[in-house]
């Protein structure tokens, strides 16, 4: 029961998430694609390089997470490098999908939100890996970070059991960051067609 109201209460606050970046984008346009192009352009392509390099690490953490959430300790893959690199991988989506925004507001937004939130997430996780897994998980916490990757020698298994049908359902929630920047680019496209009037132009 408690698993099932944490998993809705995130499930809602992602929504939120959502919601309020489609707003400020749909509401908004970018100054500097009027004033300073190229540097909208560089913006731009900054950030479908990050959302492309946070979906690409999204689905290599599912490819090892997927099903073993809490009930089996990860630590190979991209786990022997950070605890937490499905986290790590959705911060740099963020910045990324606001990047291509054309802003700089709307990506400081997102990390500020992002740094304000996760931080109680991963300890509530931790929290539960230690319940279940006890000294092991200690010293897995003790030698790898909780964030950032380590600078080390990836640990890889020549072979690991993966379930098709739960890593499928987390393909689709490991590409939300393409989703929204398709949405931001259509939202983009009906401002300057005139369909949707913007009150707004942040840098």
């Known amino acids: 029961m408690a698993r099932s109201v944490w998993r809705r209460g995130r499930i809602i606050v992602s929504r939120v998430f959502v919601a309020c970046f489609v707003v400020l984008v749909a509401v908004s346009a970018s100054k500097w694609g009027s ?4 540097a909208a352009s560089v913006l731009f ?11 690409l690490g999204r689905l290599w953490c599912s490819l090892y997470i997927a099903g073993r959430k809490t009930e089996t300790l990860v630590t190979v893959g991209p786990y022997s490098l950070c605890r937490h690199p ?4 959705s911060f740099i989506g963020m910045a990324g999908v606001g990047l291509t925004t054309e802003t700089l507001l709307v990506p400081l937004m997102l990390i500020v939100g ?20 006890g000294q092991v998980y200690d010293d897995y916490a003790h030698r790898v970070p909780r964030f950032f990757p380590r600078i080390s ?11 098709p049908k739960v890593y499928r359902r987390h393909v689709f ?12 680019e259509m939202i983009e496209q ?5 369909w949707l009037p913007h009150v707004l132009q942040i840098y």
């Open 173 to 184: 929630s490991a590409l939300w960051f393409i989703w929204l920047t398709g949405i931001a």
């Open 35 to 38: 004033t300073a192009p190229l």
């Open 153 to 163: 020698p990836l640990i890889e298994p020549t072979e690991y059991f993966v379930n």
């Open 190 to 194: 009906f401002h300057e067609l005139n």
């Open 45 to 55: 392509l900054t950030g479908m390089l990050l959302v492309g390099i946070a979906s």
């Open 86 to 89: 499905l986290y790590f991988f």
């Open 114 to 133: 992002f740094v304000a939130y996760y931080p109680w997430v991963m300890r509530h996780e931790e929290h539960k890996l230690r319940f279940h897994h």
